[in-house]
């Protein structure tokens, strides 16, 4: 049975993976870690301890403290903010992923980091981005993660530590928000349709980029850990999506459940230039044949789900 640690447990992925991990191979077995405390419930159930990825010897200390064997690696500024912040993202992107690394060659750890769809930049093919393809970002989170895939590599190739990792793309979930991502009006859509009945999209008509809800994000990370490493080619990282989405399309979609919904656009041209940047639409074929990867939900299945998950909490 694995022992895990979890970086950046109190973010978008990190808050749901950890209760989706502990429901798989038990309580005891997922160390909750995150720079900050615990607000909510959540991760009182289980072991939760503060840590400093920037710090070596804090992440070793608390790896072979608690004798894991798999180190999932989270901690990371998100696009937006790394483009308000490129050094502070540089350090925690780069320096958390190295450490976070080290630990694992040190202590002989599998190993997961996800990757993104701003992996990607302007030259990169824009339809049906293929796995192997020009990665040329114009982001400092872009760099991060087109390095941090090289890196995982690299450990893999040189230290034979397990790595493996994913493109995500934008990820839409009704319980932890994201913060200072560029795919976040995907997720404030929704609260904004069941509080207020309607949207003002940040992001322009007509820019599509890959979407997927958060169930299949989670069941992607629990898949590819348990994956058969011979069948494994890629690695670091597999691109993956569920859907390809405008923010027109998650209205009409919107509009489906709740007829009175209504969309408007007042365009923010910092997150507007880091999508245009992006792919509209990524190719998961590598995943599908390399482990299996396939999404439950499409859009019309997330909104469903999504709109009466988050009326339910409201009542
Ligand atoms: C972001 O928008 O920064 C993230 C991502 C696609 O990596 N959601």
């Known amino acids: 049975m694995k022992k895990i640690l979890i970086t950046g447990a109190l973010g978008q992925i990190g808050s749901e993976l950890t209760m989706a991990l502990r429901k798989q191979y038990g309580e005891d077995h997922v160390i909750a870690t995150d720079v900050r405390k615990p607000e909510n419930a959540m991760t009182q159930t289980g072991v939760f301890e503060k840590l400093d990825v920037t710090n070596l010897q804090e992440i070793y200390e608390m790896a072979k403290r608690h004798q894991v064997d798999t180190i999932i690696h989270l901690a ?5 903010t790394a483009e308000k912040k490129p050094l502070a993202a540089w350090d925690l992107n780069m320096g958390g992923l190295v450490n976070a690394l080290e630990v694992a060659r040190e202590l002989n750890c599998q ?7 701003g992996a990607f930049g302007p030259s990169t093919p824009k339809d049906n981005t293929p796995q192997d393809t020009i990665q040329r970002p114009t982001t400092m989170y ?16 040189k230290f034979g530590v397990d790595t493996r990792g994913v493109r995500f793309p934008g990820l839409i979930s009704y319980m932890t928000p994201p913060g200072g991502g560029t795919t976040d009006y995907a997720v404030d859509i929704y609260y904004q349709a069941v509080e207020k009945g309607k949207y003002t999209s940040y ?10 809800y958060m169930p299949d994000a989670l069941n992607a990370i629990i898949k590819l850990m348990e994956a058969n490493p011979d069948k494994l080619i890629h690695r ?34 910092e997150r507007q230039k880091i999508a245009d940047s992006w792919p509209n639409s990524i190719d998961a074929q590598a995943a599908r044949e390399e482990w299996g990867f396939s999404p439950a939900y499409d859009l019309d299945k997330m909104t469903k789900d999504m709109l009466m998950k988050l009326k339910n909490r409201e009542s």
């Open 236 to 269: 670091n990282a597999f691109n993956i999506t569920a859907m390809s989405v405008a923010p027109e399309s998650i209205a009409a979609a919107i509009k489906k459940q709740m007829p009175e919904f209504k969309l408007d656009y007042h365009v923010d041209p």
């Open 142 to 157: 872009g760099i991060n993660k087109v390095a941090g895939e090289l890196l995982c590599d690299y450990y893999y190739q």
């Open 111 to 117: 190993f997961f980091t996800p990757s993104s769809i």
């Open 203 to 212: 992001i322009a008509e007509g820019t599509y980029m890959d979407m997927m």
């Open 76 to 80: 990371a500024l998100l696009s937006a």
